[in-house]
């Protein structure tokens, strides 16, 4: 079972987004999936709540304390968290250590990537992401095709050994999705077509 954690010490960088249409993304593939949010704010359960029945089976778990992690996850093909949004935490710091791939989005400003590097070298230190057991994979997240910032992020990150994964747009079908309980990957209309061959990369990456 892969536990696959979405977190960054940056807030508004769209975690609950990437968390919850990956976990479509995999359900979509006939996974058993649950989302786990370990955030106070507990966006993804709600999101979860939000979910229509005829749609692909997610379930929801509240990993928001410490004693929760783990939950039900043995029955699980894999658990996707919505991780808390800092480092500070023992929970935080269980939920790097028990992930199989960290996911960090970020968006492509200046004042993201510096706070982003500073996270990711942080949670480099922690014990199971130094020897090499879990994949750091960083995503730059709302990227507006007409933003010439994105090349510079590419290379901030690139030059301090993070390099990009993927990028994912800023599209208004997001904020849709969010507000039914859907994703990307629930529905085939070419507006969600279009954009899932960005998530490739990712997908790739935590089946590896």
């Not at 892969?2 to 960088?13: A, D, M």
């Not at 023992?90 to 960090?104: F, G, Q, R, Y």
């Not at 922690?126 to 879990?134: C, L």
């Not at 050994?161 to 529905?187: C, E, K, N, Q, T």
Request: aromatic share 6%.
């Amino acid at each position: 079972m892969r536990k696959i954690l979405v977190v960054n010490s940056k807030g508004g960088c769209g975690k609950t987004t990437i968390a919850t249409n990956l976990a479509v993304a995999l359900a979509a593939r006939g996974e058993d999936v649950a989302l786990a949010d370990a955030d106070k704010q507990k966006s993804s359960l709600s999101w979860v709540r939000r979910r229509p029945k005829n749609l692909m089976k997610i379930e929801g778990l509240n990993w928001s304390k410490e004693g929760a992690i783990g939950d039900k996850g043995k029955q699980l093909d894999a658990v996707v968290i919505d991780g808390p949004g800092g480092l500070r935490s023992e929970l935080a710091k269980n939920l790097i250590a028990e992930a199989s791939d960290i996911i960090v989005p970020v968006l492509a400003s200046a004042f993201d990537w510096n706070a982003t590097l500073k996270f990711l070298d942080n949670i480099s230190d922690i014990k199971k992401v130094r020897k090499g057991k879990a994949d750091i994979h960083v995503v730059a997240n709302r990227i507006n095709r007409r933003s010439t910032q994105v090349s510079d992020l590419e290379q901030t990150l690139s030059k301090n050994g993070y390099p990009l994964l993927a990028r994912i747009s800023d599209r208004v079908l997001y904020a849709r999705h969010a507000a039914a309980g859907s994703g990307v990957f629930d529905y085939s209309d070419a507006g969600s077509y279009e954009i899932r061959g960005q998530w490739h990369p990712v997908l790739q990456a935590v089946d590896s």
